[in-house]
């Protein structure tokens, strides 16, 4: 039964696509935080900052495009949380600078830093769908050797590359409590998958509008974990409200903490910016 819904699911998810490509920005390899000598006083950037760079990845055998956000007055001297992502280019077109901006500005919400790593839209040879799609759906990937490798290639270098560079060269937090998961449309989907492969990582996913997650055959959760998941009420229908109703009982049954809402919409971005705000200010609140 489950396999007939994923099987009259996918063509939807494949339409789910984003166009377009962007080119690496940076141009070199990465960039590192020089070490201060002790005698001399860290110099505190004001203003915050929005940093675009590129590394080489030995898992994916390719340079890929991360960036990161700073708050105003980030210093190397304090650990902040850090929020890790997919879809950097959704971040970037999102101005999701400016609303950190302001919410940290007027003292809403406690700096944070934001880390993402760019998606690749690019088409894969010999398949009618993009490289960012087989790189966080683990159900689509499934289908083929070729994607299956795309997907776990992708997964190793998130894991084993991505967070660590942040790690080494940035003061965010390094514990699965000090980090969260943000993922929308088929990266949230690949937070999904990421928290039953890799429990150890992130205690706390806000997963917006997960496309497709095929979640079945995993055993229950290693760890205590709490899911943010939202959807439009546009997706809700037909077979996708079963869908949403048997991935929300999966979670609790395997026992994660759901919290989960329905807005008033569709696949939208606007509407995934505008409950970022909203976990933000529920996560960081300043209390005065």
């Avoid at 500005?105 to 790593?117: L, N, R």
């Avoid at 569709?266 to 505008?274: C, I, L, P, T």
């Amino acid at each position: 039964m489950k396999k007939t819904l994923f099987a009259a699911i996918l063509p939807a998810v494949v339409l789910f696509l984003g166009c377009g490509n962007k080119s690496a920005t940076a141009e070199t390899e990465g960039d590192t935080l020089a070490t201060a000598d002790e005698t001399e006083t860290e110099a505190v950037a004001t203003e915050s900052q929005y940093i675009e760079t590129q590394f080489y990845s030995n898992s994916m055998k390719q340079n890929r495009t991360i960036a990161v956000y700073l708050p105003a007055n980030y210093s190397k001297s304090k650990t902040y949380p850090v929020i890790y992502g997919e879809d950097g280019l959704v971040i970037q077109s999102g101005r999701y600078k400016e609303l950190l901006d302001s919410l940290i500005g007027s003292g809403e919400i406690e700096p944070v830093v934001v880390a993402v790593s760019y998606e690749n839209k690019n088409p894969i040879p010999g398949f009618r769908m993009a490289y960012r799609n087989a790189e966080y759906v683990e159900a689509i990937a499934g289908q083929d050797p070729q994607l299956t490798q795309i997907y776990n290639d992708h997964l190793n270098y998130f894991v084993q590359e991505f967070i660590p560079y942040i790690e080494n060269n940035y003061s965010v937090a390094n514990t699965r409590e000090g980090r969260i998961y943000y993922g929308t449309s088929n990266s949230a989907d690949f937070g999904l998958t990421l928290s039953f492969r890799m429990p150890n990582l992130f205690a706390e996913y806000w997963c917006f509008s997960p496309v497709y997650s095929q979640l079945w055959d995993y055993k229950p959760l290693a760890m205590p974990t709490h899911y943010y998941i939202d959807r439009g009420s546009k997706e809700e229908e037909g077979d996708m409200m079963i869908y949403f109703a048997n991935l929300i009982d999966f979670l609790r049954r395997s026992g994660g903490e759901v919290t989960e809402w329905t807005f008033n919409g569709g696949h939208d971005r606007a509407k995934w910016r505008e409950d970022f705000i909203k976990m933000l200010v529920t996560k960081f609140k300043v209390e005065n």
